[in-house]
């Protein structure tokens, strides 16, 4: 099996691998607060206060492309 694959496509796949990492990150971040504020704690999760929320999601839809 040979993947002809040069450096750009690598590249390209590991910032795409990584950009979906933080994604996920953010939104289980993002969950993980709405959930404490409707008193379901997950204990690997930190508490965050409202502030946090508002900056979580502003990092989310950045991440989405900042388009309303």
Same mark, same amino acid.
């Given at each position: 099996?040979?993947?002809? %694959? ?19 990150? @953010?939104?289980? @971040? ?14 690997? @999760? ?6 946090? %929320?508002?900056? @979580?999601?502003?990092?989310?839809? %950045? ?6």
């Amino acid at each position: 099996m040979n993947a002809n %694959l040069n450096v750009g496509q690598i590249i390209s796949q590991v910032t795409s691998i990584i950009t979906t990492i933080v994604g996920i990150a @953010l939104l289980v @971040l993002i969950a993980g607060t709405v959930a404490a504020k409707f008193g379901v704690r997950a204990s690997f @999760l930190p508490q965050t206060g409202e502030q946090a %929320l508002a900056w @979580l999601c502003g990092a989310w839809w %950045l991440y989405r492309g900042g388009k309303l």
